[in-house]
C-alpha cells in the first residue's frame, strides 16, 4: 500500500518569514495530493491539492510542488502570519482506490510575532 | 449545506461498553470514510464506502469495531466492546465520486476509562 512520509513534525518560523514543509509517497500510481490544515481541536480542512499532471499550483501564500519522478511533493507559504499557526498533513491517493488517501504525520507550525 | 454531521461530539465510556458514533454525510456525496486520529498513529483510515457499499475495511483494527451505511444518509460506526486503547477522535469525510476532496465532519473524541 501506500506509504507518506513527512518532515519535519515541527516547524517554527518567525512572522513574515517563509515555511516549507516536504512529503514523500511511496506508490507511483497515486494520483492526487491534497494538504490538509488542523487548529487546535478541530478538524482538517483541505488547503490546496494538486493532481499528476500538474508540476505546481500557487493559491495566494500559499503553493504546492511536485515531482513524479521523485516522488516527492511540498507545502510552500509565504509571508507567514500567526493565524498560519496549526498542524499540516500531507496525502497519498487516487491510485484506483475511490480516492483513498494515505496521510503523514504531520508538521506542527508555529509562527512566532 | 449543513456539512459532514457527527454525533456525539464527546463520548465518555467505561470499558467493556458498547460505544456507537454516527455520521451524516453531505447530500449527494457518494463515498463516506471513517479516519481514527491518535497522537500515536496519526490519522488513520479505517473503512470507507462507496454507494452505501463496504469498499475497503482493511483499517479495521480488530473485530469489535464495526461499521455500517444503511443508506444514503447515515453511517454507524460501532465498538463492542471498548478498551481504553480505543481513546481517539474519529472523524468521518464524505466525498462526490466526481471530485476528489474529501470533507471532514467536526470528530467525536472518544475517552473509554
Known amino acids: 500500500g501506500e506509504n507518506v512520509e513527512q518532515h519535519p513534525s515541527t516547524l517554527s518560523v518567525q512572522e513574515g518569514d517563509s515555511a516549507v514543509i516536504k512529503c514523500t509517497y511511496s506508490d507511483s500510481a497515486s494520483n492526487y495530493f491534497p494538504w490538509y490544515k488542523q487548529e487546535l481541536g478541530k478538524r482538517p480542512q483541505l488547503i490546496i491539492d494538486i493532481r499528476s499532471n500538474v508540476g505546481e499550483k500557487k493559491d495566494q501564500r500559499i503553493a504546492v510542488t511536485l515531482n513524479k519522478t521523485a516522488k516527492h511533493f511540498s507545502l510552500h507559504i509565504t509571508e507567514t502570519q500567526p493565524e498560519d499557526s496549526a498542524v499540516y498533513f500531507c496525502?497519498?491517493?487516487?491510485?484506483?482506490?475511490?480516492?483513498?488517501?494515505?496521510f503523514g504525520t504531520g508538521t506542527q507550525l508555529k509562527v512566532e510575532l | 449545506d449543513a456539512g459532514v454531521i457527527q454525533s456525539p461530539r464527546h463520548e465518555v465510556t467505561e470499558m467493556g461498553q458498547e460505544v456507537t458514533l454516527r455520521c451524516k454525510p453531505i447530500?449527494?456525496?457518494?463515498?463516506l470514510f471513517w479516519y481514527r486520529q491518535t497522537m500515536m498513529r496519526g490519522l488513520e483510515l479505517l473503512i470507507y464506502?462507496?454507494?452505501?457499499?463496504?469498499?475497503?475495511d482493511s483499517g479495521m483494527p480488530e473485530d469489535r469495531f464495526s461499521a455500517k451505511m444503511p443508506n444514503a444518509s447515515f453511517s454507524t460506526l460501532k465498538i463492542q466492546p471498548s478498551e481504553p486503547r480505543d481513546s481517539a477522535v474519529y472523524f468521518c469525510?464524505?466525498?462526490?465520486?466526481?471530485?476528489?476532496?474529501?470533507?471532514f465532519g467536526p470528530g467525536t473524541r472518544l475517552t473509554v476509562l
Open positions: 469525510a464524505t466525498r462526490r465520486d466526481s471530485y476528489n476532496e474529501q470533507f
Open positions: 447530500s449527494g456525496h457518494d463515498y
Open positions: 496525502a497519498a491517493g487516487g491510485a484506483g482506490g475511490g480516492n483513498k488517501l494515505t
Open positions: 464506502f462507496n454507494n452505501n457499499v463496504p469498499i475497503d
